[in-house]
């Protein structure tokens, strides 16, 4: 098998070191088509959105829903967790508190760090537009057994950070 040739690249399938066989290919492909529906309902449904008149981009809500499932972080925490630059979460964090979202604070066990946690808007956010917006994947989820959730939830952490490992420990936000 050579070179084969798309429309936005030439990709050999050549079989060589290092290469994926033409088995492990269609493996793949089979799997990413599998995810796509996913993939498309989560950027459709994480769209921006309006709150007291600031626009929440998709960076926002994953911000906000990593603070759902963690509760009070600092700041330096939630970058490693969401695999973005210091400086982003920075700003991210300084939008979402000063609507009220997010609250920040000096840590006081340490004082150059800044721990953030949920504003007093951040309980009807949630509510109003994350629950809403994410309605049918909860759905979808909530339709698994408990062994079914547990295992895709321990794959889709092992592909992450297979991922984050094949991209080479960069920063998935530059």
């Known amino acids: 098998m050579g070179p084969v040739k798309t429309e936005a690249a030439v990709v050999d399938t050549t079989p060589a070191s290092g290469r994926q ?17 996913v993939v498309r ?5 994480a769209g921006s959105c309006q709150v007291h008149g600031v626009s929440i981009t ?17 700041v330096s925490e939630l970058a490693e967790q ?3 630059s ?16 997010l609250e920040r604070h000096e ?23 994350l629950v ?13 057994t408990p062994g079914e959730k547990r295992d ?3 794959l889709a952490h092992l592909l992450s950070s297979k991922l984050v490992a094949a991209l080479d420990g960069s920063t998935l936000d530059e």
């Open 86 to 101: 210091l400086a982003s979460i920075s700003l991210i964090v300084s939008q979402l508190a000063a609507i009220g979202l």
């Open 58 to 74: 998709p960076r926002h809500m994953q911000v906000l829903m990593q603070i759902l499932l963690e509760g009070q972080v600092t």
């Open 152 to 154: 895709l939830d321990h």
């Open 41 to 45: 309902t989560m950027k459709a449904r």
């Open 107 to 129: 840590d006081p066990l340490d004082h150059r760090r800044t721990v953030v946690d949920r504003g007093p808007e951040y309980r009807r956010f949630v509510a109003d537009v």
């Open 21 to 37: 066989s033409e088995d492990e290919l269609n493996s793949a492909v089979s799997l990413i088509l599998a995810m796509m529906p």
């Open 82 to 84: 969401l695999r973005l």
């Open 132 to 144: 809403v917006r994410f309605q049918p994947l909860i759905g979808a989820l909530n339709a698994l």
